[in-house]
């Protein structure tokens, strides 16, 4: 049951925050006549999160095989945290995915529409489609956020382009519905058949 | 490739899909209850989709921890750059 109940309020949380919010926008100039500790220390936080996702990408990258040993402090830690953030957010999430996924009306016929028209693809085309869909709004957004930041001192177009990034998490959504309606029925007939 | 709503008789299905040509071999309790030709299409198609998505998945988790980096440098790069004018 807290599966249901955390899922939803998830769900609805992402809503909120990305549909729902009106972002203020600022100059950071006028800002700095009213910029308190509290607001220096958010901007802070901003810079910091960027500087482990930085460590993080760079250890997932290059560092990864070096520190493999299971006995490890670093390893343990990371271990449980992923199985909190797991009970917290992935299997309430993934419980809503599993209960709805099968029953949404027409997913099926549509993904056999996708599938007859990416039969004859090749793998560039999935490439570029990756491209587009995943990376090209995040580096489009995050290149809007220099420029305006670093060139003009304020942070408007950049609150406005924030709504790009619902491209990427529509898509990652589409790919979890895509894949899951392929296993699930891949295992249906598959028993037909020796 | 057969007519899918072609009556089938027998219970073996031959489907071409691309360049290849499958054999698709039906259980001696499925035989007479299911559609053999259409089963068979069916059955190449979503183990297609599955296929893709997961192969969509494995090279997303590829490419994203150098997009990460990339733009985690540029919010860093920016951030850092107006907060020490902000402050200065």
Same mark, same amino acid.
């Given at each position: 049951m807290y599966l249901i109940i955390l899922g939803i309020c998830w769900i609805i949380l992402h809503i909120i925050t990305r549909f729902v919010i009106e972002r203020p926008?600022?100059?950071?100039?006028?800002?700095?006549?009213?910029?308190?500790?509290?607001l220096l220390l958010i901007f802070t936080g901003f810079i910091i999160l960027h500087l482990l996702i930085i460590i993080q990408s760079l250890y997932l990258l290059f560092l990864k095989n070096r520190f493999t040993n299971t006995n490890s402090l670093l390893y343990k830690l990371a271990k449980k945290v992923s199985g909190v953030v797991n009970i917290i957010y992935w299997n309430p999430i993934q419980y809503i995915h599993?209960?709805?996924?099968?029953?949404?009306?027409?997913?099926?016929?549509?993904?056999?529409?996708i599938d007859s028209l990416w039969k004859n693809k090749n793998s560039v085309f999935f490439y570029r489609l990756l491209f587009i869909m995943d990376a090209l709004p995040k580096l489009i957004v995050a290149s809007i956020f220099l420029l305006e930041i670093v060139y003009y001192g304020q942070i408007k177009y950049f609150l406005i382009s924030l709504?790009?990034?619902?491209?990427?998490?529509?898509?990652?959504?589409?790919?979890?519905?895509?894949?899951?309606?392929?296993?699930?029925?891949?295992?249906k007939f598959k028993e037909f058949f020796l | 490739m057969n007519d899918q709503n072609q009556p089938f008789t027998d219970d073996i299905h031959y489907v071409k899909a691309y360049y290849k040509v499958y054999k698709f071999?039906?259980?001696?309790?499925?035989?007479?209850?299911?559609? /053999?030709? +259409?089963?068979?299409d069916i059955y190449l198609e979503v183990e297609r989709i599955s296929r893709w998505g997961r192969e969509m998945k494995e090279d997303l988790a590829k490419i994203s921890p150098?997009?990460?980096?990339?733009?985690?440098?540029?919010?860093?790069?920016? /951030?850092? +750059?107006?907060?020490?004018?902000?402050i200065i």
């Open positions: 926008s600022y100059n950071l100039f006028d800002l700095k006549q009213i910029l308190t500790y509290k599993d209960t709805i996924a099968p029953h949404i009306p027409g997913s099926a016929r549509f993904f056999s529409y709504s790009l990034l619902c491209i990427p998490i529509s898509f990652n959504i589409f790919l979890k519905f895509f894949t899951s309606c392929g296993e699930r029925n891949f295992w | 071999e039906v259980k001696d309790e499925n035989v007479g209850k299911i559609d /053999g030709d +259409y089963a068979a150098y997009i990460s980096l990339l733009t985690s440098v540029i919010y860093f790069v920016g /951030g850092f +750059y107006r907060i020490i004018v902000i």
